[in-house]
């Protein structure tokens, strides 16, 4: 059965920066986009960033664009998102998702999803 | 990025057929075939059932289907069961090259 184990969260001050991973297994990583999704308190999803098979082509939602990075390790099975210069509205539960398909953004839906990682940004 | 619109909420009786709508615009739900939707009970992970407007993965029973006309995609779930109540949400490909979430849908069986 796939797996997706996401690791790395906790409390951090506002201005901080956390480094999310995200260890896959049980299906070839490396024939896969991944994507990182965040569910704030009480709130609804949020698609936050997505990355090729390659890791060549990255994209990310306005709300994290040039202050989160997305990367993968095809060679350790993970997947990782750098998280710089958090705000209290960065607080969410975050999962790790893997695309039906090697389409990034379009074909497949995201078919397995992590049981996701408390991210709290506060003071 | 714009958020797309859905029902707060819905409801239906066991047995019963409902329909979830999730309305975006010609830059993401009308003008892709890449709509997907998601079930997610309390504290648990989303699970797709839906995926490309209105194929279904393998395991997700046949009473759930989805379709999509203009800017409006739908979900439709019939035979409704009590383990169907959930909170649901749609996701659309949109032309700035993100993906965009619905603000979900708290489904209740009577």
């Known amino acids: 059965e796939v797996q997706l184990l996401e690791s790395g969260g906790g409390l951090v001050q506002p201005g901080g920066s956390l480094r999310l991973s995200c260890a896959a297994s049980?299906?070839?990583?490396?024939?896969?986009?991944m994507s990182w999704v965040r569910q704030a308190p009480g709130k609804g999803l949020e698609w936050v960033s997505g990355?090729?098979?390659?890791?060549?082509?990255?994209y990310y939602a306005d709300s994290v664009k040039g202050r989160f990075t997305i990367s993968r390790d095809n060679s350790k099975n993970t997947l990782y998102l750098q998280m710089n210069s958090l705000r209290a509205d960065d607080t969410a539960v975050y999962f790790c998702?893997?695309?039906?398909?090697?389409?990034?953004?379009?074909?497949?839906?995201?078919?397995?999803w992590g049981l996701g990682i408390l991210v709290t940004v506060s003071s | 990025q714009s958020v797309l619109t859905q029902p707060a909420s819905v409801s239906g009786s066991p047995g019963q057929s409902i329909t979830i709508s999730c309305t975006g615009t010609?830059?993401?739900?009308?003008?892709?075939?890449?709509v997907s939707w998601y079930q997610q009970h309390p504290g648990k992970a989303p699970k797709l059932m839906i995926f490309?407007?209105?194929d279904r993965p393998s395991g997700v029973p046949n009473r759930f289907s989805g379709s999509k006309s203009g800017n409006t995609a739908s979900l439709t779930i019939s035979g409704l069961q009590a383990e169907d109540e959930a909170d649901y949400y749609c996701?659309?490909?949109?032309?700035?090259?993100?993906?965009?979430f619905g603000g979900g849908t708290k489904l209740t069986v009577l």
């Open positions: 998702a893997k695309r039906g398909s090697s389409s990034v953004l379009r074909q497949g839906g995201f078919d397995y």
């Open positions: 049980e299906f070839t990583f490396s024939s896969y986009a």
């Open positions: 990355i090729s098979v390659s890791g060549g082509s990255t």
């Open positions: 010609s830059s993401d739900v009308g003008g892709y075939n890449y």
């Open positions: 490309d407007v209105s």
């Open positions: 996701s659309s490909y949109t032309s700035s090259s993100t993906l965009v």
